[in-house]
């Protein structure tokens, strides 16, 4: 059997999610660190505008915002090496 064949995609899913928020929070509370306000550097994607259908009886909104940083790049990377060593 190879290595790795018998690996749950979802554990890798949500060590990956793990990894963003994580990253995230870090990047975040590292802001007003000087030597460490480099990790909270990053760029949003997404609508800046809500999307909105109003069908009369029912509104639908429809809003997405993704803020990539380097914490949450370097959150993905060791969710991959975490992940490798299960």
Known sequence: MA?????NN?????????GIVL?????????NVSFLSWLNYG????LTQ???????????TFALKIK?????IIGILIG???YHFI
């Open 3 to 7: 290595k790795g064949a018998g690996k």
């Open 10 to 18: 979802w554990a890798l899913f949500l060590l990956l999610l793990a």
């Open 23 to 31: 990253g995230s929070f870090i990047a975040q509370a590292a802001a």
């Open 43 to 46: 760029k949003n994607f997404g």
């Open 50 to 60: 809500p999307l909105t259908l109003d069908l009369g009886v029912l509104v639908l």
């Open 68 to 72: 990539i940083t380097i914490g949450s």
């Open 80 to 82: 991959i090496i975490i």
